[in-house]
């Protein structure tokens, strides 16, 4: 993929550019209780990521250009169901001027260890719901943010490629990705699961080999600018506001 080339991004459609699931049916926790929690005493668990019960989340498809080809950063974050490993506590992943971090069943900010400069890790429990939320701190920069959940696209479900379209997220506006994307207005909760029943092992393009990872990668967007005005045979006989556009010389 060459920069400078448009490609569809979604843009979540909500306050704030926020993608969030306000109907959904279930509590966002059965269990309540935040996986920073676990004890050391609790041996590792290989978890994975299930596909889970409908959230409502309705996106649009828009038109963006990426500002380079590479982005701007790429983080891994592990997951298991034992105590998380690394040197350094947080629960913010800085990526350029957007905030990630991983988000419980009560949309607490969960507990992770930076395990090297691109590597986290987090402990978590199977059962629990998750979200990734992030936050964009820049006035006037955009960002595309493009996630896998076990090695699959949280969008198309398909392997994991730089290359595929992701989220959108304007200056100082937020967003949260709660599931697999499953329409333009429903995705399926992230719930841990044990690997055999990860979504990664029931869908063609998942292998369980992959399961209990994250991937974020954050790509800079190209300002965005107005399309060319175009003529109008009867501009009077328009009934309602046109979208903007640029004028031309």
């Not at 250009?65 to 947080?90: F, H, Q, W």
């Not at 076990?150 to 595929?164: E, F, K, M, P, T």
């Not at 399309?227 to 640029?246: I, L, N």
Request: net charge positive; glycine share 8%.
């Amino acid at each position: 993929m060459k920069a400078g080339i448009i490609r569809k991004a979604i843009l979540a459609l909500g306050l704030a550019i926020t993608l969030v699931g306000c109907n959904s049916q279930q509590p966002l926790s059965q269990s309540g209780a935040s996986a920073e929690r676990l004890t050391a005493t609790e041996p590792a668990v290989k978890l994975g990521t299930k596909w889970g019960e409908n959230v409502s989340s309705s996106v649009v498809s828009v038109d963006a250009t990426r500002l380079r080809s590479s982005p701007e950063r790429v983080v891994a974050i592990y997951y298991n169901g034992g105590e998380s490993e690394g040197s350094l506590k947080t629960t913010i992943i800085p990526m350029a001027a957007v905030e990630v971090s991983v988000q419980d069943g009560r949309r607490r900010n969960m507990a992770l260890r930076k395990r090297s400069s691109d590597e986290y890790t987090l402990a978590a429990k199977e059962g629990e719901r998750y979200q990734l939320h992030f936050y964009n701190r820049s006035s006037s920069t955009s960002y595309e943010i493009v996630a896998t959940v076990d090695g699959l696209d949280v969008i198309s479900g398909r392997a994991g490629s730089l290359s595929q379209s992701g989220y959108l997220i304007r200056p100082k506006s937020s967003l949260t990705i709660e599931g697999f994307r499953k329409s333009d207005s429903a995705v399926a909760a992230f719930r841990f699961a044990k690997p055999e029943a990860s979504y990664a092992a029931h869908s063609t393009s998942g292998d369980i080999d992959n399961t209990g990872v994250i991937g974020i990668a954050l790509f800079e967007m190209a300002p965005e600018r107005l399309p060319d005005c175009q003529p109008q045979a009867f501009p009077k006989d328009h009934g309602y506001a046109p979208e903007p556009c640029e004028k031309r010389n």
